[in-house]
């Protein structure tokens, strides 16, 4: 079982940057990625990582950059100029399985979990 922590959220102004992190306990095969919810909606793909391999949803493009330890037990999201839209509770998720950008953002493809962190970004 890898149990996945991730750290890093908070409250920024729109513009600002954070950078969250995430933890793993072990190494686990296929992807790593990031995902957000807010209340209400279903959980989304922000970007996702495996090797030298990555992808981003189109909203993120350009603003967030997902890197991860040579050891790929430690996840990170680089998020510059944040929107007030980019505020939900990010989560990270390992052990991925398919291949392609489809399969790398979808939640179901996921079989390990964090509990989350809350970012808020105000106007």
């Known amino acids: 079982q890898v149990q996945l922590v991730e750290s890093g959220g908070g409250s920024v102004q729109a513009g600002g940057s954070l950078r969250l992190s995430c933890s793993a306990s072990?190494?686990?095969?296929?992807?790593m990625a990031w995902f957000r919810q807010t209340p209400g909606k279903e959980r989304e793909g922000v970007a996702a990582?495996?090797?030298?391999?990555?992808y981003y949803a189109d909203f993120v493009k350009g603003r967030f950059t997902i890197s991860q330890d040579g050891g790929r037990t430690t996840l990170y999201l680089q998020r510059n100029n944040l929107k007030p839209e980019d505020t939900a509770m990010y989560y990270c998720?390992?052990?991925?399985?398919?291949?392609?950008?489809?399969?790398?953002?979808?939640?179901?493809?996921?079989?390990?979990w964090g509990q989350g962190t809350q970012v808020t970004v105000s106007s």
């Open positions: 072990a190494y686990s095969a296929g992807y």
């Open positions: 998720a390992a052990g991925g399985s398919g291949s392609g950008q489809r399969s790398a953002l979808d939640s179901n493809r996921y079989y390990y």
């Open positions: 990582i495996f090797s030298s391999t990555r």
